[in-house]
């Protein structure tokens, strides 16, 4: 794999990126080689070859509404049996 480096980038801007990588809960150099892969018309791709469309909003859901969430879907998947009787 190649390395590249970037020079002349203002304080400003590099604490941007670093606030970025942060909230990201990724590393500069990954937050950055997404923007590059993405810019290239790359599609972002798991080692198994899933595409990962809804990465950026997973684990960015508050806690409250993450379990008013699973408790609708806890309900959604109880089975009826009613339903399946012969």
Known sequence: MAAITLRGMNNDTLERLRAM?????ASMNRLILGWVEENLGKPRKAADNRYHDLDDLFGQMPD???????ASSAEQRKI???LWES
């Open 21 to 25: 990588a942060r909230e990201n809960g």
């Open 64 to 70: 409250e509404d993450a379990a008013c969430v699973a």
């Open 80 to 82: 009826d049996p009613e």
